[in-house]
């Protein structure tokens, strides 16, 4: 089992940034890809960047250019810089982790493990 707790999250105005943790606890590996989704209300959960062991990184096109993501396996933490956030970024952000190399790092179902989420709401 993978524990996974976001931080992080919070209200900034538009053009700000913020700076998402994920820290992972229990059978945590550097092989497993870990993500970041977010979900806003009304909305379905959707993709915003991950960082796979085997290939490196991808993102959202929404998101690209603004937001990073890294790990730090000496720490077991995922981190997603965010800059120059608008408020369409506005949602609750989701950590999540899947230990089989697939396809698909953009689909949810394909992650083993979510975090609780941490809302991040960006002001105009």
């Known amino acids: 089992q993978v524990q996974l707790a976001e931080s992080g999250g919070g209200l900034v105005q538009a053009g700000g940034s913020l700076r998402l943790s994920c820290a992972a606890s229990?059978?945590?590996?550097?092989?497993?890809?870990m993500g970041w989704f977010r979900q806003a209300p009304g909305k379905e959960r959707e993709f915003v960047a991950a960082?796979?062991?085997?290939?490196?990184?991808t993102y959202a096109d929404s998101v690209k250019g603004r937001f990073t993501i890294s790990r730090d396996n000496a720490k077991n933490t995922v981190y997603l810089q965010m800059n120059s956030l608008k408020p369409e970024d506005t949602a609750i952000y989701y950590c999540?982790?899947?230990?089989?190399?697939?396809?698909?790092?953009?689909?949810?179902?394909?992650?083993?493990?979510w975090g609780q989420g941490t809302q991040v709401t960006v002001s105009s």
């Open positions: 960082i796979l062991w085997w290939t490196g990184t």
């Open positions: 999540a982790a899947r230990t089989r190399t697939i396809s698909g790092p953009t689909i949810p179902a394909t992650y083993d493990y």
């Open positions: 229990g059978r945590t590996s550097a092989n497993y890809d």
